[in-house]
């Protein structure tokens, strides 16, 4: 397996940053994980629209153009012969001193690692997930704004520590308001009675790919959607529960701290933009 660090190919013994780099000591820095599929790099420029706006906000220098970054990326999955896999595209404030100040982290590192891929089991598409609401909330918009794709992960990490406690695979974090907000790693929609409800980026949800692919899928199929905040009570008493994400794709969601929802399996909204998603994601991306 070959990793791009810095314009060059070493292997995974040999790719290794600084112990200064501020990525690693204060998760200052940004990232991005995209799906490969058949050769297609899915939604590879939108997935670099938000690394680029998330590189803007935070003021960390890039050091490659878009059409650097496009390349390198696809270099990469050449030099490993890759089809089918995951990307992790790493920007990180780069090494510096003790101190916070950004202005001390010249260079920025950029990291490409691309692999297989261990997903959930088909069954689970089927059979859906069991879920839990848990206790640590997603911030709102502010310095860590969840539109900014950060290496700050900590709740993220205490969601999961929660979930592999309780042994499930994803759970639904709220916001300090109290409303849902998204999953550890993914977004949540539900269905009422044929509307598709999503939350709002302002409640605490990632502007996540696989999520405006939904989005945008239930516009071209007629399928009504709202993006609206919601609480657990509304999903709790959803016909339909699921989650998105880069890895997940659409995930059924069939018991949400213990209430069954709808019939206990994948309902038909969610099977069918499964099978919708599932058509265009050899189609729509970089090749
Ligand atoms: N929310 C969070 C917190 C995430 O880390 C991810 C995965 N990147 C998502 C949602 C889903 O986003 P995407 O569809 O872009 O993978």
Request: with cysteine.
């Amino acid at each position: 397996q070959w990793i791009y660090l810095n314009g060059e190919f070493v292997t995974k013994e040999n790719a290794k940053v600084s112990v200064y780099d501020h990525g690693f000591l204060y998760g200052d820095g940004i990232f991005e994980g995209i799906r490969l599929y058949n050769g297609n790099i899915f939604k590879l420029r939108e997935h670099l629209d938000r690394l680029y706006d998330s590189a803007k906000s935070i003021m960390l220098e890039i050091p490659l153009s878009y059409e650097e970054m496009q390349e390198a990326v696809a270099e990469t999955l050449r030099k490993n012969n890759l089809k089918n896999g995951y990307i992790r595209l790493v920007v990180s404030r780069g090494p510096g001193d003790l101190g916070l100040d950004p202005r001390r982290s010249p260079k920025a590192n950029v990291i490409i690692i691309a692999e297989q891929l261990a997903i959930y089991p088909e069954e689970a598409y089927v059979n859906g997930l069991k879920t839990i609401s848990v206790s640590p909330r997603r911030n709102l918009p502010d310095a860590l704004n969840p539109k900014i794709k950060s290496l700050n992960y900590l709740n993220n990490i205490l969601v999961k520590i929660q979930s592999n406690l309780a042994g499930v695979g994803e759970a639904i974090m709220l916001n300090s308001q109290g409303y849902v907000a998204e999953g550890s790693s993914d977004n949540i929609f539900i269905i009422k009675r044929g509307v598709v409800f999503t939350p709002p980026c302002y409640c605490g949800a990632l502007e996540g790919i696989t999520r405006l692919a939904i989005i945008e899928l239930c516009a071209k199929h007629g399928i009504p959607l709202k993006e609206e905040p919601f609480t657990l009570h509304d999903v709790y008493v959803a016909d339909e529960v699921f989650f998105t994400g880069t890895a997940a794709e659409v995930i059924a969601v069939r018991e949400v701290d213990g209430r069954t929802i709808g019939e206990g399996k994948a309902g038909p909204v969610t099977t069918r933009l499964l099978k919708e998603f599932r058509g265009i994601v050899e189609l729509d991306g970089y090749k």
